[in-house]
């Protein structure tokens, strides 16, 4: 039976320039398609810089990463579209409301319209913040903000969801 690899990290190797930091060193790992996969570890370890070469937006100095099968340094574009990041620190815009952010981001992924309008409820109404939209960021409670950055991770249906 063959298994249906979803990330493939292969002696991925990062060092910080300027330092002596060796923040991921030798790192393998195989996540198959419907895993609920976790990095465990203690401050430092190196988890949010795997996350960030995984979804592109750090470059690594040795190894590889391959996302279905295809290699992010050659489909970069393509793979960012499969991967919704929700990053450990709030991601949104204060002075917005929840559903201004949601429709700047939801633009940035190619969503217009109707499918936009309506993706923007949908994802308001699964963290359980559709009656309060309206309101800007600013004035919601920590909880509110990290479920409205849970929001934005998915706007565009990732196939993979990535929380750091």
């Known amino acids: 039976m063959d298994r249906d690899i979803v990330i493939k990290l292969d002696g991925i190797t990062k060092t910080y320039r300027g330092s002596d930091v ?7 790992l195989e996540v198959e398609r419907g895993a609920r996969f976790g990095l ?11 996350i960030n070469i995984l979804c592109g937006l750090l470059n690594y100095d040795g190894g590889s990463v391959s996302i279905n099968g295809m290699k992010l340094e050659k489909k970069y ?17 204060e002075t917005l409301s929840a559903r ?22 949908e994802c308001l109404s699964m963290v359980g913040l559709a ?14 903000k990290r479920r409205i ?5 998915i706007m565009h ?4 969801l990535i929380l750091d």
Do not use: C, W
């Open 131 to 144: 009656e309060n939209g309206h309101r800007q960021i600013r004035k919601y409670s920590g909880g509110m």
């Open 40 to 50: 465990l570890g203690p401050n430092g370890a190196g988890k949010t810089t795997t």
């Open 157 to 160: 249906e990732p196939g993979i």
């Open 22 to 28: 060796l923040a991921v060193d030798r790192l393998s």
């Open 77 to 93: 574009r393509k793979i960012r579209s499969m991967i919704g990041l929700v990053p450990q620190d709030i991601a949104l815009y």
């Open 100 to 121: 201004e952010n949601l429709r700047f981001i939801g633009e940035m992924y190619g969503l217009r319209g109707k499918k936009l309008m309506n993706r923007i409820e």
């Open 149 to 153: 950055n849970l929001a934005a991770g």
